[in-house]
């Protein structure tokens, strides 16, 4: 079946630092993949979309990337602040029409000043 | 990005009774609307897919009767959770689509079943 896999671990940085989340799935081929941000007892928020032509993309500090072959989107937010502090999602697309997407379970960041 | 509305923010009931939540897409039509539900370090679990004027398309182990959704309209859909238990306590997350890949997501709504 299909498979998103984020790390569950929380990831703690220092301001300024490059912040990079990984997302993995498996069985599974995906048209695009998105990155949705999601602050505690709130809706999550879209930020980024990639297709599988699309090797990067970029908007303001964020960055992300797709590798089909790996099966791996990173997500690197750069010159992190303590704004950035929240549960960053992974969600794919599924194949079927209604761009019904599947998401994975988010990796909490903390950055700390 | 556009604004999708929820309402209620938070309900709190007692088991048997049911709990209608609505969700609407303030500035834009909404083609597909999708409802999910979050528990506590969970990902979103999508439990349906409405279109407007037509029936929902419900996942698997999603019981229809349960959870009732009316797409009345390109701005408005609604989930019902009828006879609700304290099992059914969560958060129930809506977002709109407007033809694009990108969803909009609601603030969501806090569910406690006493």
């Known amino acids: 079946s299909q498979k998103i896999e984020q790390n569950s671990e929380a990831l703690n940085i220092q301001e300024g630092k490059t912040a990079t989340l990984t997302c993995n799935y498996t069985?599974?081929?995906?048209?695009?993949l998105q990155w949705y941000r999601q602050d505690p007892g709130r809706g999550p928020v879209f930020l980024l979309l990639?297709?599988?032509?699309?090797k990067e993309k970029r908007k303001e500090r964020l960055k992300v990337t797709f590798d089909t072959t790996l099966k791996q989107s990173l997500f690197h937010i750069t010159a992190s602040q303590p704004a950035d502090s929240a549960t960053y999602l992974c969600?794919?697309?599924?194949?079927?029409?209604?761009?019904?997407?599947?998401f994975g379970a988010g990796t909490r960041l903390a950055v700390h000043p | 990005g556009a604004v999708v509305s929820q309402h209620p923010s938070r309900v709190i009931c007692k088991s048997g009774t049911s709990v209608k939540i609505e969700c609407r897409s303030l500035?834009?039509?909404?083609?597909?609307m999708f409802w999910y539900r979050q528990f506590p370090k969970q990902s979103l679990m999508l439990m349906a897919t409405?279109?407007?004027?037509?029936?929902?398309?419900?996942e698997q182990g999603v019981e229809k009767d349960k959870f009732l959704i009316n797409h009345a309209s390109l701005t408005l859909s609604t989930l019902t959770v009828t006879s609700a238990h304290p099992e059914d306590s969560s958060f129930y997350i809506c977002?709109?689509?407007?033809?694009?890949?990108?969803?909009?997501f609601g603030p969501g709504t806090r569910l406690t079943v006493l």
């Open positions: 409405s279109n407007e004027g037509s029936k929902a398309t419900y």
């Open positions: 977002s709109a689509a407007g033809g694009a890949a990108e969803q909009f």
């Open positions: 990639i297709r599988e032509n699309e």
């Open positions: 069985n599974y081929s995906p048209a695009y």
């Open positions: 500035d834009f039509q909404a083609t597909t």
């Open positions: 969600a794919l697309e599924v194949s079927g029409g209604y761009n019904k997407l599947i």
